[in-house]
């Protein structure tokens, strides 16, 4: 069975950090680009970030630019987004998404072309 699962979310400071993970089962992530998304209560659904297969592109949305880094461990099956220096309007559900494809699409933020998704993890700034 074929599955994305986040991890590492959780309540965190303003200021802090957190390290969410995205694990893959039933298929190997070695061929995939993996975005991740965020969808806050009431708001869209905002592509935060996008890593091709072999880790030779990143992208990011201008809200988390220079705060998160995106990477990956093919060897584990697992991506993983690195959170810094958050902030209160970065609370949100998190969740990652692959795509069967070696590179991230032009429209990578738009989440139209990937092939499956994870249920995502809460991630809370606050004080």
């Known amino acids: 069975q074929v599955q994305l699962v986040e991890s590492g979310g959780g309540l965190v400071q303003p200021g802090g950090s957190l390290r969410l993970s995205c694990a893959a089962s039933g298929f190997t992530l070695d061929y995939s680009a993996i975005g991740w998304f965020r969808q806050a209560p009431g708001k869209e659904r905002e592509g935060v970030s996008c890593?091709?297969?072999?880790?030779?592109?990143?992208y990011y949305a201008d809200s988390v630019k220079g705060r998160f880094t995106v990477s990956r461990d093919n060897a584990k099956n697992t991506v993983y987004l690195q959170m810094n220096s958050l902030k209160p309007e970065d609370t949100a559900i998190y969740s990652c998404?692959?795509?069967?494809?070696?590179?991230?699409?032009?429209?990578?933020?738009?989440?139209?072309?990937?092939?499956?998704w994870g249920r995502g993890t809460q991630v809370t700034v606050s004080s």
């Open positions: 890593i091709s297969s072999s880790e030779s592109s990143t």
């Open positions: 998404a692959a795509v069967f494809s070696f590179y991230c699409g032009y429209s990578w933020y738009a989440g139209s072309e990937y092939d499956y």
